[in-house]
């Protein structure tokens, strides 16, 4: 079965970026065609969609990253990324990465965690002042 495993994550001072990316090992063979996306969650907070990438090539960002945040797939590596640029203090989180074999398209508005059923080990990300 496919299986995630984010990197990228680091403390980083306020306006700086950082690319977190997710590898996906296994069978990805239906790759192409799955719905992805970012997730992060800070102590005693829900987890918050961040950014998605539809299986029919839609995207879709919080409003509390637009501008700021891309998310990317790398086909040939079978990589999920996404660039974080701008960074604020509310940015600091852990970041998951999360996947699901089910088509989806997200041009209309987020996608809830339950949807997701693939998720990765979370990778930190730290804003200071």
């Known amino acids: 079965q496919v299986q995630l495993v984010e990197s990228g994550g680091g403390s980083v001072q306020a306006g700086g970026s950082l690319r977190l990316s997710c590898a996906l090992t296994?069978?990805?063979?239906?790759?192409?065609?799955?719905?992805m996306g970012w997730f992060r969650q800070s102590p005693e907070q829900e987890r918050e969609g961040v950014a998605f990438?539809?299986?029919?090539?839609?995207?879709a960002y919080a409003d509390s990253v637009k501008g700021r945040f891309t998310i990317s797939q790398e086909e040939i590596m079978d990589t999920l990324r996404l660039q974080m640029n701008d960074l604020k203090i509310d940015d600091t989180a852990v970041y998951y990465c999360?996947?699901?074999?089910?088509?989806?398209?997200?041009?209309?508005?987020?996608?809830?965690?339950?949807?997701?059923?693939?998720w990765g080990q979370g990778t930190q990300v730290t804003v200071s002042s």
């Open positions: 999360a996947a699901t074999p089910f088509y989806c398209t997200v041009g209309t508005g987020l996608l809830k965690a339950d949807f997701f059923g693939i």
């Open positions: 296994g069978n990805t063979r239906s790759y192409t065609k799955y719905c």
């Open positions: 990438l539809g299986s029919d090539g839609s995207i």
